[in-house]
């Protein structure tokens, strides 16, 4: 425990058009945590502060201090709301922390409330970072490339485990997500042997952050005893968890919490408008924020794995070890409560009124990537037993027509005229147009890449069912990026980034109307950012 720095610099969150919170972390409980601001910083506001209630290290943990068993971590929570703003005002700002007596102080950052419309913006679309190898210098590129960005939209996948606290804060590696968005990493990065240290980029200290849910911000079965990777792992539907319960007295809310999955580590550490999922006028923007993703499972089709398509041979008589396939954590089937919400947004004003329509969840609805396949949609599990009654095998099926991204949300948000569908989780770069116009953009090739499936190279999917092998499943092509794409070996351009050394990331221009991607080889640290690809807002279709 460090009690003489902070454990994170501030972050902004929640503008409004006359105010923002301040958030920052220490490894204190300290007193007079307070926000300084003003051109002299001479006004103050004090900070309620709160404790991490979940937030934990274990063996696998990349901390200074090595945890034999999984640990809890002492985190407390500050946020201070700075309320009396003018639009378009940017404001010097420092937080102080008491230790002792002793002031603990950031940097002098700025802070600036909700942008009015008609405000130029530059709006950072990412995902996926997961103190991958590249994230570090991606950030940094941005910041170098273009400045300061005025928001951040992180489209799920920040860490890895939610409930491990070094992932955020303080990784050894020094690539973790506060750092890596505050210009404070410190990650080696070795390219033909050449190491290169970056540091990310200062950005969420100056620019209000809005992230989704991704499969990553999501914690399974709570557990003093099991390591934190298998606790993540072991997510099972709610509905599962209630036929499991040795105790139906027991099942509220928060039973639920510790016995199918929770979100309490990510909704403790963001201030969001609503929680799980939520909307938001940005200047010209109205960004939609869904809570669309599913637990990963592994697609082998070993008996030992307990994978998507089937459970483990040696647990087959043990229910409660299953893992249900990839069951999905927040439904968004027409006629659920999030589809419901989602319909009333769509027929607001405010919407209808914004010049440029988001919509960012994390699971893509096209992609050439991995994750595409299976279908977006409940598992459909099939028991075989014996003549005896003994389960033989557990499988998961999932039909392509009940896919609720296509089937359901897809329609829904064409025909309310979204301009822009953001999603990641494949991790690479590809976009696609529907015919309508609506563009889609899955800008997760960050930190690394788990590959485009593409000609030879397959999915590993299984061989008595359906799905897409290669491809887009849900029929649009990829663009080809109309500036500068990669090439293949025979000089083809590649509709896809898919790399592990080339780094990208993407801006939403309002004042142009375009997005723009850009690409960086870490094998060459001195080599140029370059714009690949631009698209305008209103792009239009076939029809
Ligand atoms: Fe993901």
Redesign the pocket.
């Known amino acids: 425990m460090n009690k003489n720095q902070l454990l994170s610099e501030p972050f902004l969150q929640l503008p409004t058009e006359t105010s923002i919170q301040v958030v920052w972390f220490t490894e204190f409980f300290g007193t007079c945590h307070q926000v300084r601001y003003g051109e002299k910083l001479e006004k103050i506001v004090p900070a309620r502060t709160s404790k991490l209630t979940r937030v934990r290290e274990d063996a696998q943990s990349r901390t200074l201090e090595a945890y034999q068993s999984v640990t809890d971590r002492e985190i407390w929570r500050h946020q201070a709301e700075i309320t009396d703003l003018n639009p378009g005002e940017k404001i010097p700002y420092q937080v102080t922390s008491f230790q002792e007596n002793t002031a603990i102080r950031s940097n002098i950052y700025t802070l600036t409330p909700r942008p009015k419309k008609g405000t130029n913006l530059k709006i950072l679309l990412t995902s996926?970072h997961q103190l991958m190898p590249m994230t570090a210098a991606n950030l940094q590129k941005v910041s170098e490339t273009i400045g300061q960005v005025d928001a951040v939209f992180l489209a799920?996948?920040l860490v890895n485990i939610p409930d491990r606290a070094s992932e955020w804060f303080d990784d050894s590696r020094g690539g973790a997500f506060f750092p890596c968005l505050q210009g404070r990493a410190n990650y080696p990065l070795t390219k033909n042997g050449i190491q290169t240290i970056y540091k990310g980029g200062e950005i969420i200290q100056n620019a209000p952050l809005f992230p989704a849910i991704?499969?990553?911000e999501v914690m399974g079965r709570f557990s003093t005893s099991i390591d934190l990777n298998e606790q993540f792992k072991d997510a099972i539907p709610e509905f599962i968890a209630k036929k499991l319960a040795e105790d139906i007295a027991a099942i509220n809310e928060n039973w639920l919490k510790n016995h199918a999955f929770n979100t309490e580590t990510y909704e403790e550490i963001f201030s969001l408008p609503q929680n799980k999922y939520y909307s938001l006028t940005f200047g010209d923007i109205y960004l939609v924020v869904l809570y669309i993703?599913n637990i990963?499972r592994n697609p082998n089709l070993e008996p030992n794995a307990r994978g998507r398509y089937y459970e483990k041979q040696r647990d087959l008589d043990r229910p409660e070890r299953w893992g249900y396939g990839q069951h999905i954590f927040e439904p968004i089937a027409q006629g659920s409560p999030q589809y419901q919400w989602l319909e009333k947004e769509l027929n607001s004003r405010e919407f209808q009124e914004a010049k440029y329509k988001v919509v960012m969840f994390?699971h893509p609805p096209h992609t050439l990537g991995g994750?595409i396949v299976p279908p977006y949609t409940d598992p459909v599990q099939t028991i075989e037993r014996d003549a005896t009654g003994k389960v033989t095998s557990v499988r998961y099926d999932y039909p392509q027509e009940n896919d609720y991204i296509i089937r359901d949300l897809i329609p829904l948000l064409e025909s309310a005229k979204v301009n822009l569908v953001f999603y990641?989780?494949s991790h690479l770069w590809n976009r696609f147009l529907s015919r309508k116009g609506m563009n889609f953009l899955e800008s997760s090739n960050v930190g690394n890449s788990y590959g485009a499936y593409l000609g030879d190279k397959k999915r590993p999917v299984p061989l008595d069912r359906n799905y897409a092998a290669i491809g887009n499943p849900n029929g649009l092509e990829a663009i080809i990026p109309n500036i500068a794409p990669l090439v293949d070996w025979v000089n083809q351009p590649l509709p896809y980034i898919a790399s592990n050394d080339v780094t990208v990331f993407s801006i939403l221009d309002t004042e142009k109307g375009t997005v723009s991607s850009y690409r960086f080889d870490t094998r060459y640290p001195d080599s140029e950012v370059i714009k690949f690809d631009e698209f305008d807002f209103f792009s239009i279709g076939e029809v």
């Open positions: 996926d799920g996948d991704g499969n990553h993703t990963w994390h994750n990641g989780h």
